[in-house]
């Protein structure tokens, strides 16, 4: 069993859209992890059925027990981050702006603070329209710990995979190079970094693939809208030559990539294109690299 990892180094590449793609082309053979759980979007295209969802809980945060409470100010004067207001002249903890350090309650004289498990968003394990297993998530409004929560999509994803032999887990990561994307790395197999020929993309995959390194995982490169800006698609591709990253394919600007998106459908089950072509192609190539 082989973990591929789709990152970039920004949004906006068509990451998740190549992504369902691989999904869509691997079929039963793999199990579909959707990592990016800060702004989880997959489903739009593979259409999972949430056959299973459980809530997911990390951190902690305050919580005021009113009849305990002897306004004595205490909590306030202590938390640095404005998480205690006062309301109708009770004490009040503002759930976004706790960080659930735990200050607030050792400094209570009353004990009327106490420290609760926080549920910060929701794991769901789905069929989607492909036949395969998806795992994806959702995290709260304003919650922290997405890297936890990565972290679980990704074992749980993995635990599947190994129980029914499936040949690949592919792994839809987040952008950029933050604790999701160091939780969606680890222990991968290959990653496929997605980016544009574009000043800001050159730069982030530049960044985000300074990450990878650090991980020592082989990669490849998929450059989208490869035909939008001739000279900084010669700059990536000089790049990817130095770093020694596999030149998988360069995507041409195509509106049918949008039109597709519309419709729900991934780019190889929407008609006939050349984008078909060289996504199919694209997928080919990386279970030969990995393989």
Aim: hydrophobic share 35%; net charge negative; charged share 25%.
């Amino acid at each position: 069993m082989k973990e591929i990892v789709v990152i970039s180094g920004k949004g906006g590449t068509g990451k998740t859209s190549i992504t369902a793609s691989f999904a869509y082309l691997g079929g039963k053979d793999v199990v579909v992890a959707d990592c990016d759980v800060d702004a989880a979007d997959m489903h739009l295209l593979l259409q999972p059925d949430f056959a299973k969802s459980e809530d997911f809980y990390s951190g902690e945060i305050a919580e005021i027990n009113q009849n305990d409470c002897i306004k004595c100010g205490k909590c306030k004067d202590v938390c640095r981050f404005n998480a205690v207001s006062i309301i109708n002249q009770q004490y009040i903890i503002n759930s976004l702006n706790c960080e659930g350090c735990g200050y607030c309650a050792r400094v209570c004289p009353t004990n009327a603070i106490t420290m609760e498990e926080q549920n910060v968003g929701q794991l769901h394990i789905s069929n989607t329209k492909v036949g395969n297993t998806m795992v994806h998530a959702r995290l709260g409004i304003g919650a922290d710990n997405s890297g936890k929560l990565v972290a679980k999509v990704k074992n749980e994803a993995k635990q599947i995979a190994e129980k029914n032999n499936k040949d690949f887990i592919i792994i839809d990561g987040s952008p950029g190079v933050g604790c999701p994307v160091v939780s969606s790395l680890s222990g991968a197999d290959f990653v496929v970094l997605v980016t544009e020929p574009t000043v800001s993309g050159l730069h982030d995959l530049k960044r985000v693939y300074k990450l990878v390194k650090k991980f020592k995982i082989e990669a490849g490169c998929i450059i989208n809208k490869s035909d939008l800006n001739t000279q900084v698609f010669i700059e990536i591709k000089e790049f990817l030559k130095k770093e020694n990253i596999v030149y998988i394919a360069g995507v041409p600007y195509d509106e049918t990539f949008t039109k597709a998106m519309t419709v729900g459908q991934t780019i190889v089950e929407y008609g006939e294109s050349n984008l078909k072509d060289i996504i199919t192609e694209s997928w080919e190539k990386i279970k030969q690299i990995i393989d």
